[in-house]
């Protein structure tokens, strides 16, 4: 394996990590950078540099013929794609594959029935996984959402069957609804991913988003590496994730049960790669099959972090068919507490994207922190890719230690120049409901932290307001 070229068609942080992870295995980290983005920061990281002609994503990241001729061109021998992107793209690994090109993920037929909901969720239905009641297959009207809504019972959710990212779904809770939102969504899903089809399933009221790691390997080996909870979200998009779940908690039944039901349904499509397979679990603990993300996740640094296990490493070694860095499930233990918060460049209280150049980037952490991030003073954030630049990653022995020190990471992090939404985070993380592990999904709608944070004007002009009282007093003392 040492000594191969691989090829990093992805960018910003995830590019960072999986460039770390390349050069620490002996292996050629070959970057990219567009006409759009000269300058990327994941170029620090990598051995060797190639150019991705053309200045948006189409003509770049997700250009297949113009990737596969650098590889041609580089003389690649794997491509690593990061999330996002091509990373759940079935042509593109059945591309790989045939120029005998390794990718560094799961073999084409697992993205393909892992890949889209509607085959997924009969994959783990044959496999004896519980998933949500409703549709199997897509849903072809409005007629017959109905019908499926009467017979399992509303609320319903309607759901893009090629969806993800919390794009394509709607809450229906009655039949207006339906008739309301069926062609909007279909238009959206049709937008965003080509493929406008619906599935109907049960909307589980106060639902927890629990998804469990898995690591396979190309020997029939699949491992469970616990799983985290990931239900603090803005429009189904996640922006705090916790492993292990404080939801499940000190259950170690449920949490033997859901490991074990992703490790028989990744065992059902031979996976042997990264992947996570995520549920939804009602408030009382019973859990569905959702979906499989057949690459490595955004808050995978948090499983790392209380597993000790690298699993972007260890992704690599399966895709080379080498050795995993453990041998048994039981070298696979959790150890403390870890708490990931997502930065991103968008307003705090819309919760929306925010472009702009960084100005100032400062760091003062407490000890055990850990920041993966893309950020550098003079770093332009364009509204051409997702608004997330940063994760900030607290481990501790208990989520009290976990959480005091991801608190203290956020006033030790300073970003100047954009908007983020680490005021919200600040809000989040002093709430009383967050701080005790009760919340679900529905947080940010019902708890509302986003009407607690100050706007920045209201903040600038408190921070004079101290400075003048400090003024003052220092007059007094002389």
Known sequence: MKGKRVLIINRGEIAIRVAKALNELGLVSVGVWTDNETEPPHLEYCQEWVHLSGSNNKETYLNIPKILKLIDDY?????????????????????????????????????????????????????GVPVVPGSIGEVPSIEEAIKIAEEIGYPILLKAVAGGGGKGMRPCFNEEDIKNHFSAVQREALS?????????????????????????????????????ECSIQRRH??????????????????????????????KAVNYDSAGTVEFIMGEDKKFYFLEMNTRIQVEHPITEEITGVDLVANMIKAAFNEPLDFKSQDDIKIHGHAIELRICAEDPITMLPAPGKIVGFETTFPQGIRFDHCIYPKFSITSDFDPMIGKLIAKGLTRDVALRKIRNAVDGLLIDGIKTNIPLHRVILDEE????????????GTIRPQDKVLPKEKIEAFFLKVAGIEMNQLKGDL
């Open 433 to 444: 409901t967050f701080q005790k592990g009760l919340y679900s999904t529905n947080y940010i």
């Open 192 to 228: 965003s991913f080509g493929y406008a089809a619906l599935l109907v399933e049960k909307y589980i009221l106060n639902p927890h988003h629990i998804e469990v790691q898995i690591l396979a390997d190309k020997k029939g080996n699949v491992y469970h590496v616990f799983e985290r």
């Open 237 to 266: 998009q996640k922006i705090i994730e916790e492993a292990p779940s404080p939801f499940i908690g000190t259950d170690e039944a449920v949490r033997k049960a859901i490991c074990e039901t992703a490790v028989k349904c990744a």
């Open 75 to 127: 003389k690649i021998d794997g491509v690593h794609p990061g999330y996002g992107f091509l990373s759940e793209n079935r042509e593109f690994s059945e591309a790989l594959a045939k120029k005998g090109i390794t990718f560094i993920g799961p073999n084409p037929t697992a993205v393909y029935k892992m890949g889209a909901k509607d085959i997924s969720k009969q994959v783990a239905k044959e496999a």
